[in-house]
C-alpha cells in the first residue's frame, strides 16, 4: 500500500524558515518524481514543486521561486521542501505526492504551515 | 481567479446522475488530458478519472469523465451520500507551460 506521511508543519514567523519531509513506503520510491502542492484554507490546490527521480531536474512555480528547495533522500525514502522567506501568502497545508503523467496519483494527509506574527 | 472554470456548487438526491463541468481553453483542456480530483472532508485528494476518462482501479464505475473541445464533466450516476465532497479538475497549460486546477465545486448530496 502507497503511504506518504509529511511532517514539520508549524507556526512560523513571516520570513522565517521551516521544512517539510515526507516518508514514503509502498512503493519504490527511487522510480517516481515527487511533488509538492499546497492547499490555502478554504482555497484550490496549486502545484508547488516537483523533482525527478535522480534529482537531476526540478522545477518550481513563480511564486516560490529563490525561496523554497525541494531535496529528496532516496536511501531514506524520503522528499523534502525546504521553505525559506516565508509570506503569509504561503499560509496552506502542503501535500507530498507521487507524479503520475502530468499530474499526481497518491497524496499525504498533508502538513499545515501556518505564517503570521 | 483559476485557469480552469468550475461551479462552486452542484448538489442531488440520492440515487441521482449529476454532472460537474470543467471549462477550459485551447491551450489546457483543448490539447491536454483532464484529470478529476475527490477531496473528502479534511482529507487529502484522491485521483478519481486521469486522462479524461480512465479509473484508478478501485474508483467505481459510477464516476465517470468525458471532454468535448474545450470543456470536460465529471459524471456520478447513483449518488451516494458519501459522494459528498469537492471535485477539482486539473489540466497541463501549453502556454504556461504549468498544471492549472480547477477551483473545486463542492457537490452536496440532499
Known amino acids: 500500500e502507497v503511504q506518504l506521511v509529511e511532517s514539520g508543519g508549524n507556526l512560523v514567523q513571516p520570513g522565517g524558515s521551516l521544512r517539510l519531509s515526507c516518508a514514503a513506503s509502498?512503493?519504490?520510491?527511487?522510480?517516481?518524481?515527487m511533488s509538492w502542492v499546497r492547499q490555502a484554507p478554504g482555497k484550490g490546490l496549486e502545484w508547488v514543486a516537483n523533482?525527478?527521480?535522480?534529482?537531476?531536474?526540478?522545477y518550481y512555480v513563480d511564486s516560490v521561486k529563490g525561496r523554497f528547495t525541494i531535496s529528496r533522500d532516496n536511501a531514506k525514502n524520503s522528499l523534502y521542501l525546504q521553505m525559506n522567506s516565508l509570506r503569509a501568502e504561503d499560509t496552506a497545508v502542503y501535500y507530498c505526492?507521487?507524479?503520475?503523467?502530468?499530474?499526481?496519483?497518491?497524496w499525504g494527509q498533508g502538513a499545515l504551515v501556518t505564517v503570521s506574527s | 481567479q483559476s485557469v480552469l472554470t468550475q461551479p462552486p456548487s452542484a448538489s442531488g438526491t440520492p440515487g441521482q446522475r449529476v454532472t460537474i463541468s470543467c471549462s477550459g481553453s485551447?491551450?489546457?483542456?483543448?490539447?491536454?488530458?483532464v484529470y478529476w480530483y475527490q477531496q473528502l472532508p479534511g482529507t487529502a485528494p484522491k485521483l478519481l478519472i486521469y486522462?479524461?476518462?480512465q479509473r484508478p482501479s478501485g474508483v467505481p464505475d459510477r464516476f465517470s469523465g468525458s471532454k468535448s473541445g474545450t470543456s470536460a464533466s465529471l459524471a456520478i450516476s447513483g449518488l451516494r451520500p458519501e459522494d459528498e465532497a469537492d471535485y477539482y479538475c486539473?489540466?497541463?497549460?501549453?502556454?504556461?507551460?504549468?498544471?492549472?486546477f480547477g477551483g473545486g465545486t463542492k457537490l452536496t448530496v440532499l
Open positions: 505526492a507521487r507524479d503520475f503523467d502530468s499530474f499526481f496519483d497518491f
Open positions: 486539473a489540466a497541463w497549460d501549453d502556454s504556461l507551460s504549468g498544471r492549472v
Open positions: 486522462r479524461n476518462n
Open positions: 485551447s491551450s489546457n483542456i483543448g490539447s491536454n488530458y
Open positions: 509502498g512503493f519504490t520510491f527511487s522510480s517516481y518524481w
Open positions: 523533482i525527478k527521480q535522480d534529482g537531476s531536474e526540478i
